[in-house]
Structures are given as C-alpha cells and as structure tokens.
C-alpha cells in the first residue's frame, strides 16, 4: 500500500518561501517517478513538478519555472518542493502524486495521491 503525507505548507508574504516535504510509505520509491500538483479554489487541479525515478530529470510548469525547485532523497523516501518568490497566484492546496511510468511528465494521472498542504501567499 502507498501512502503520501506532505507538510511544509503555510501562510507566507508575497515573495517568500516555503519547502514542502512528502514522505511516501512506499518499499521502492526510486522506482516511482513523483510530482506536485496544486489546486486553487475554483480552478482546475495543474501541474507544478515532477521528478524522475533517480532525480536527475526534473520537468516544471511555466508558471513555476526558475522559482521552484523538485528534488528527490531515495534514502528517505521522500521528495521535496523548494517554493521562492512565492506569489499571491500560488495560493492553492499542494499534493505529491506517484506513479510508475515516467511518460508524460505534466500528466495530473497518478494512482497515487497525498492529502495535500495548504499554501497561502498573500499580497
């Protein structure tokens, strides 16, 4: 059984940063590739991150591109989600998501899913 639990989220000032963390429960987690998806109230769920299986491939957004950063520890099972200059427009509930196949990276299919992390940035 996979189980996903992310922290790390909060309230922060437009233009700060937060780190999330999600710890998967998972016996072969270099064998999954991982990714962070998001949700603001009203809007679809979009793709932000993801990371391939031995986080030498990364694969971002627009929208996050150049200010978040996805990483991977195998030895933890756990990935993680670097979040700087943060915007108002970034407010949403982060989830991690696993799966096993690496093809379409910014895929929001996964059949694995966290519970999700508030972030909200304010103006």
């Known amino acids: 059984q996979v189980q996903l639990v992310e922290s790390g989220g909060g309230l922060v000032q437009a233009g700060g940063s937060l780190r999330l963390s999600c710890a998967a429960s998972?016996?072969?987690?270099?064998?999954?590739?991982m990714g962070w998806l998001r949700q603001a109230p009203g809007k679809e769920r979009e793709f932000v991150a993801a990371?391939?299986?031995?986080?030498?491939?990364?694969y971002y957004a627009d929208s996050v591109k150049g200010r978040f950063t996805i990483s991977r520890d195998n030895a933890k099972n756990t990935v993680y989600l670097q979040m700087n200059s943060l915007k108002p427009e970034d407010t949403a509930v982060y989830r991690c998501?696993?799966?096993?196949?690496?093809?379409?990276?910014?895929?929001?299919?996964?059949?694995?899913w966290g519970q999700g992390t508030q972030v909200t940035v304010s103006s």
């Open positions: 990371v391939s299986w031995s986080g030498t491939s990364t």
């Open positions: 998972i016996r072969t987690f270099s064998s999954y590739f």
């Open positions: 998501a696993a799966r096993i196949s690496a093809s379409r990276p910014e895929s929001l299919q996964y059949p694995y």
